[in-house]
């Protein structure tokens, strides 16, 4: 709905002159008085004597005008003009050439490693994404994702697969260094697969309009509903403004038009609810380090960020007080902010080996690529000689600690089975296998046995042995056995 003009004052003269429109007259788009009177702004007569061989910058306003009383020339082809199409070719199929016009974009991946991609200004950040997978020859799982990370106020959100990265772009400061991550989300659209994880029941309130029992798949259809929705409601800690360590504990409830906090407990009447943001000109995001930049009561943070500024000040910060709590709010948030169109972000897979042949996206000079990941090259090879390398690089990481590696998974998304195996800190040469379940991260020791002058590794106290990492991940990829799932995706480090 367009928003309506502003009171402007009536000018003096034939304007003032003007009456009142009667009060039967009513509806928004009535034209005001003083827009009907306003007279055009003809240029002032210039005198002959001043005149000269240079026409100045009145003359050739005059030249302008008289240009406009020429007769158009005939057009040759009438009958496209009257063709029914045209105007769907000029409004839909033809692209604007601002649109089209190639901006240069970095981005990095989980190791530092970078590359220059010259990008139309259309290009979303799914388009990149297959650029990029086409490139590295990675597999199309359909989980890459584009993030963007701001570390001066130590920020980062996922960029969705219909964003314009050079919008995204265009709203960074200056001075600011600003960055365009490409790694696995495993989680970006796993509540459309598995809702039951991410709304439990004390957190979701069902309109007055509906009754009777609903499902967690009814109540993703209402937030895609532009008639009815579920409410979230549940106790957050809100930053209050200006303050760096001051935090404060309320019951927060998201109704379609915004974010609501009560000022009386739990009550949900509507004097007692304040509002607190609304999500169409802001863009939420994680908080990385918000203990350290911002004094969260707990390291699940998030906050609002408007899309035009980047000050801390201009922040709304939330800290929830668990993991499944915060994933609930955002995906909430998410799905009211975009609605039908992450769903059809999530039925619309990328369009295969040779998607991207359609646009208009090309690497920079060789010069500044790095083609090779985890120093392999880039020509063809054998899979079977490389294959033990590949996985063995994919989810074993050297000398991490424990919070880098919890990091890490939730990064790449907090789906059953996702895993990592690194080296244990605690206990020399041995190494410990950690995965996400129930938006929870487990650690599982993988403990050494030799037996027969024979080293075998174990995660069962030696019921089941294997003779290396490589069968003990395969194994249980294929088993349950003593974990609460199976390994179903790596975490990995990729380079560009």
Same mark, same amino acid.
């Given at each position: ?208 309009? !509906? /009754?009777?029992?609903?499902? +967690?798949? &009814?109540?993703?259809?209402? #937030?895609? $509903? @532009?008639?009815? *929705? ?35 407990? !739990? /009550?949900?009447?509507?004097? +007692?609810? &304040?509002?607190?943001?609304? #999500?169409? $000109? @802001?863009?939420? *995001? ?211």
């Amino acid at each position: 709905m367009a928003a309506p003009l502003p009171h402007l004052p009536r000018s003096a003269g034939r304007a003032a002159e003007t009456p009142a429109p009667s009060q039967e007259s009513s509806g928004d788009l009535a034209p005001s008085p003083w827009l009907a009177q306003r007279a055009p702004l003809l240029p002032p007569a210039v005198p002959h004597s001043q005149a000269g061989p240079r026409l100045g910058p009145d003359r050739i306003k005059k030249k302008e005008l008289d240009v406009l009383a020429i007769p158009s020339i005939p057009n040759p082809f009438p009958e496209l003009c009257c063709s029914p199409l045209s105007s769907v070719l000029s409004a839909s199929l033809l692209p604007k050439a601002t649109s089209r016009k190639k901006q240069v974009i970095k981005v990095y991946s989980e190791d530092d490693t970078s590359r220059a991609l010259e990008v139309p200004g259309d290009a979303t950040a799914r388009d990149v994404c297959q650029l990029l997978i086409l490139k590295n020859h990675y597999i199309d799982d359909h989980s890459w994702t584009l993030f963007e990370h701001l570390p001066r106020i130590g920020l980062e959100r996922m960029i969705e697969d219909h964003e314009l990265v050079i919008e995204v772009q265009s709203n960074w400061g200056i001075e600011e260094e600003n960055r365009l991550y490409f790694r696995k989300n495993y989680a970006k659209y796993e509540f459309f697969k598995h809702p039951v994880n991410y709304f439990p029941e004390h957190m979701v309130s069902l309109s007055s309009e !509906t /009754s009777g029992m609903i499902g +967690h798949a &009814q109540i993703l259809q209402m #937030f895609l $509903s @532009s008639s009815t *929705y579920p409410e979230i409601h549940g106790y957050l800690h809100a930053k209050e403004q200006g303050k760096k360590s001051s935090w404060k504990k309320l019951y927060f409830l998201l109704r379609r038009s915004g974010l609501y906090f009560s000022t009386k407990g !739990t /009550s949900k009447e509507p004097r +007692h609810l &304040q509002f607190f943001s609304e #999500f169409s $000109s @802001s863009d939420m *995001y994680m908080s990385l380090a918000g203990k350290k930049t911002s004094g969260t009561p707990a390291n699940y943070g998030f906050c609002f960020k408007p899309n035009k500024a980047g000050g801390v000040r201009d922040l709304k910060q939330l800290c929830a007080d668990d993991e499944q709590s915060r994933t609930c709010w955002m995906t909430a948030i998410r799905l009211l902010k975009y609605g039908m169109q992450l769903y059809q972000n999530y039925m619309q897979p990328y369009q295969g080996r040779g998607g991207c042949s359609s646009l208009t996206i090309s690497p920079m000079r060789k010069g500044c690529l790095r083609l090779n990941t985890h120093g392999s090259p880039t020509t063809s090879q054998s899979a079977t000689s490389s294959v033990a390398i590949h996985r063995t690089q994919l989810w074993f990481h050297h000398k991490i600690s424990r919070d880098e590696a919890q990091r890490l998974i939730l990064q790449q998304g907090l789906v059953d089975g996702v895993f990592l195996v690194r080296d244990s800190q605690s206990n020399p040469k041995t190494f410990v296998l950690s995965m996400s379940h129930g938006l929870k991260i487990k650690h599982f020791q993988i403990v050494p046995l030799e037996e027969d002058g024979k080293l075998f590794y174990t995660l069962d106290d030696g019921h089941t042995r294997f003779t290396d990492l490589i069968q003990l991940v395969e194994f249980y990829q294929l088993n349950k056995g003593v974990l609460p799932c199976k390994l179903k995706h790596y975490c990995a480090r990729i380079a560009l």
